[in-house]
């Protein structure tokens, strides 16, 4: 969908942003969950993608990356959500919905937890750098 072919369009790859682990089977996490960032991913389908159990992956993702796979996922849709709030005048309720989250409210308190700015915020700081473009 569209948030896919936002984070396409990023000046970084996202695999590479999170984590240093580059190992057998994290392009192929990294992938599918590009691909299904819409839908709600769990850790059953993540390790039949790398053909592991449940639990021997989640212990050989932590400790390859240091996170669990489920809050790798969390701070990927988060940059994807911070990309689409730069990059489009999508509402928010759209944005959460593409990128995977319950509902907007859910986001923006992620966003502020672990991002620690808002909504409103990140959109002004754009509004902020472009008029700053454009005097130039």
Excluded: C, W
Excluded at 8 to 16: A, G, V
Excluded at 26 to 31: A, D, I, P, Q
Excluded at 41 to 53: E, N, Q, Y
Excluded at 110 to 116: A, E, G, P
């Amino acid at each position: 969908g569209y948030a896919l072919r936002s984070l396409q369009r990023l000046p970084f790859p996202l695999i590479s942003l999170f984590s240093p682990y580059r190992g057998p089977g994290y392009e192929r996490v990294m992938t599918y969950v590009e691909a299904h960032m819409e839908e709600k991913i769990t850790l059953d389908a993540l390790a039949r993608v790398v053909g592991l159990s449940k639990y021997h992956f989640v212990r050989k993702y932590r400790q390859a990356t240091g996170l669990t796979p489920l809050a790798h996922i969390r701070r990927v849709r988060l940059e994807a959500a911070r990309s689409l709030l730069l990059t489009t005048d999508l509402p928010l309720k759209a944005v959460a919905q593409r990128v995977g989250m319950a509902n907007e409210y859910h986001l923006s308190r992620l966003l502020r937890k672990h991002l620690s700015i808002g909504v409103r915020d990140v959109r002004r700081r754009v509004s902020a750098e472009e008029a700053d473009v454009l005097i130039d």
